[in-house]
């Protein structure tokens, strides 16, 4: 780092500051502010005057205290040891800190992202004589028993290998090879680099989102699907279940990588995540999921401009993993709190507000994040993905406010959380009305790969029936249900089960918190069959009290928590019954009307 620049302090706002004598600073650029340096960003440059802020509390700043240069944006390490660790809005290791410093973090308190100390057991995959380029994967180790680490050779280093070092347990410090460049320089390789936060990791290609993540959640992997590399959104008012819902994806989905960002909520709810993911299993590998996770604080009670640069700390950790060749799946909670410190910000610094008092610029800072997302082809020709799951926290409710107005504009699925169903106990709380996912289509070959299915024409016959429901239900609401057709009676009924045995699920049952894709997909079949038997049997002119059997009824509706996960055969035995038994009424009708 260079200090030979210094500025001085001229005016403190909160988290701004405002500095003079800054000739030959750079916008962007990561300075220490004060005697005890703490550390900030410029944002805004004027000849000799700048303004920053800083990502530590100011309290004890004063004026004409001095400003350092570092010379370089603000960065984030990365390397092995990421994994497992929790970090905060500026990759301070937080674990740590606490560790050397107590409960309370005091100013200007730096420590490496990475254990210095800790050596890893490296595999060197380059040789002397090798010409390597950008991304190219020149040394592997085992960061976790589920992921192993792929260290790339830095953006702009291209050159052939001069030295190299043997096999074996080396720090994220030591020099692994040289490279000499074009020009005649050497550039040293390390399992640890340097990324500037706010600048995209290059990529070969982008390629198209048809992968499914599967989540084991039925509303999402069947009505709502999200792809790998894609974008989501979860909006919903307090209480809704918008932080339970994303640590339901987290824990369960098949991503490589998880990185999840307590962007500004309350301490209690990171604390939980603490408390739980170390506790919990990977039911895709059986491993600890810690194991494949990355953990990012920046709680309510954190100075807000940290909340602002911890999206970035995220996203730019959830690229490098993708840039191994890993899928990522990335979860922001929330975006709203981000959006919020960006408003404070805005006003400190004296812009013109737009709508509701947040910048101008809101949109548009909202678009460069979801664009990060993507399944990609790597600089190393291995494809990778980042999936952006960001929660939304409307003020009332009110999907009509301009962070989730702007967020919509931008994510190909929307979650839209409702406070009756949260009420009523149905979780997840997703309106199956107002959601919609974007990639439906790009996923249909998928399904059908991996369950010989045509699940998309199952969920659209069982949309039908949920939005014929709720035009019903407005009838029903007025005169009562008796006035109906009985044709429309079953279609009550059947709506109720999927509503009560198929997009309810419960996150502390053993068997139904996570539903692998083949099960889910049975589920729905099983209650297609007995809609379409109910359906054959009314045609008979039976009436809805045979026809609806409340023990067949109770039954299916149950399945979800009577059918363990791992054997599908009571699945079948109950389909069986359904045709068995309604089978037998049928020939009996069809006795009667013949007689």
Request: proline share 4%.
């Amino acid at each position: 780092m260079n200090n030979a620049r210094k500025g001085t302090i001229r005016a403190i706002n909160g988290p701004v500051i405002r500095g003079v004598h800054m000739t030959g600073f750079g916008i962007h650029e990561m300075v220490e502010v004060g005697e005890d340096r703490r550390l900030g960003e410029i944002i805004s440059l004027d000849v000799d005057h700048a303004v920053i802020q800083v990502y530590e509390q100011t309290e004890g700043l004063k004026v004409g205290e001095s400003i350092y240069s570092t010379g370089e944006p603000l960065s984030v390490v990365l390397g092995p040891g990421l994994l497992m660790n929790m970090y905060d809005g500026i990759e301070r290791p937080l674990e740590r800190i606490h560790d050397a410093h107590g409960d309370f973090m005091a100013t200007g308190v730096k420590m490496p992202a990475l254990d210095a100390e800790k050596k890893w057991d490296v595999t060197m995959h380059i040789h002397v004589g090798d010409t390597v380029a950008p991304g190219v994967i020149f040394a592997t180790c085992k960061e976790t028993v589920l992921i192993e680490h792929r260290s790339m050779v830095p953006a702009g280093v291209a050159g052939k290998v001069t030295e190299v070092v043997e096999n074996g347990a080396y720090t994220v410090e030591d020099v692994l090879a040289k490279v000499e460049t074009e020009d005649g320089n050497t550039v040293e390789l390390k399992l640890a680099q340097r990324w500037p936060v706010r600048r995209p990791r290059t990529v070969s290609r982008r390629l198209a989102t048809n992968d499914l993540l599967v989540t084991g959640q039925r509303v999402l992997d069947v009505f709502f699907p999200i792809a790998k590399g894609g974008t989501v959104a979860i909006p919903g008012g307090f209480g809704t279940g918008k932080t339970m819902l994303q640590h339901q994806i987290a824990k369960f989905c098949d991503a490589d990588v998880i990185v999840y960002i307590g962007c500004g909520e309350r301490g209690n709810e990171m604390t939980d995540v603490l408390d739980s993911f170390p506790q919990l299993v990977d039911p895709n590998t059986g491993e600890n999921l810690m194991n494949r996770t990355i953990l990012i604080a920046n709680t309510s009670n954190m100075p807000v401009a940290a909340r602002e640069a911890s999206i970035y700390t995220g996203i730019t950790m959830a690229e490098y993993y993708r840039d191994m060749g890993y899928d990522v799946a990335l979860m922001a909670d929330s975006t709203s709190r981000w959006a919020e410190a960006l408003r404070e910000i805005s006003g400190r610094l004296e812009e013109m507000p737009a709508e509701e008092g947040y910048p101008a610029y809101l949109s548009s800072r909202i678009a460069q994040f979801y664009e990060r997302a993507g399944r990609v082809e790597n600089l190393n020709h291995s494809i990778g993905s980042v999936t952006l799951i960001g929660a939304v926290s409307p003020a009332g409710g009110d999907f009509s406010e301009p962070v989730t107005e702007a967020t919509k504009r931008y994510v190909k699925v929307f979650l839209g959380l409702d406070k009756e169903l949260a009420y009523s106990r149905h979780y997840p709380a997703i309106n199956w009305m107002d959601s919609y996912s974007g990639y439906l289509d790009l996923l249909a070959n998928d399904y059908i790969d991996r369950t010989d299915v045509d699940v998309m024409a199952l969920r659209r016959k069982m949309m039908e029936i949920l939005l014929e429901e709720s035009k019903l239900n407005d009838i029903v609401s007025l005169v009562g249900a008796d006035v109906l057709p009985e044709e429309q009676r079953l279609v009550l009924d059947i709506a109720r089960i999927l509503r009560v045995g198929y997009l309810q699920q419960n996150s502390f049952h053993e068997i139904d918190t996570y539903v692998p894709l083949q099960k889910q997909v049975r589920m729905l079949q099983v209650i297609d069959t007995l809609y379409e038997n109910g359906k054959d049997l009314l045609a008979l002119h039976a009436p809805l009290s045979v026809v609806h059997d409340d023990e067949l009824f109770q039954q299916v509706t149950m399945m979800k928590y009577n059918v363990p996960n791992d054997d599908l055969s009571a699945i079948d035995a109950l389909e069986e019954s359904i045709v068995s038994h309604y089978d037998a009424l049928k020939l009996q009708y069809q006795g009667e009307d013949a007689s």
